[in-house]
């Protein structure tokens, strides 16, 4: 049985199928990899919500090879894929089961940048609200310095 927000009972067929019905996904990736102020050479952590079947998370982990990404998404299909995706990455991917805004993110100062592909769009407005306002605590701050809560 389909989730909300999985586009395809089967997540084997995700991402050729994606790629068939989302117009410029690669696209949409490059422009996501294009905008954190990072340098490729920097560490990275990175936590990506709704991250499906790790495409775009194979992406980051390629682009800041020193960067370690949380991949969360609610699907255990699209986390098999995922894993299977990711294992040659190591520990840099960590993949866990989870629901945005309700599990993720869910500490203070903890990530360095927070990425979320054809996902958010799921939640109503109020729950975009709870999950903006969770994912600005939850980044380090750019000085490198903590905030007060």
């Given at each position: 049985m389909k989730k909300p927000g999985e586009v395809f009972a089967d997540a084997s067929v995700y991402d050729p199928g994606i790629e068939a019905i989302v117009p410029r996904y690669d696209e949409l990736h490059d422009a996501i990899l294009n905008s954190p102020p990072h340098d490729r050479n920097d560490p990275v952590n990175v936590l990506e919500l709704g991250a499906g079947t790790g495409e775009l998370t194979t992406k980051l982990l390629?682009?800041?090879?020193?960067?370690?990404?949380l991949v969360v998404d609610h699907s255990e299909?699209?986390?098999g894929e995922a894993e299977r995706k990711l294992e040659t990455f190591g520990d840099r991917a960590t993949l866990e089961r989870g629901a945005f805004p309700d599990d993720y993110p869910a500490a203070?100062?903890?990530?360095?940048?927070?990425?979320?592909?054809?996902a958010i769009h799921h939640l109503d407005e109020g729950r975009k609200r709870d999950l903006f306002d969770a994912v600005y605590e939850s980044l380090?701050?750019?000085?490198?310095?903590?905030?007060?809560?």
């Open positions: 390629t682009r800041f090879p020193k960067s370690d990404v299909q699209m986390l203070e100062d903890e990530y360095d940048l927070v990425v979320s592909s054809l380090s701050p750019a000085d490198g310095s903590s905030t007060a809560t």
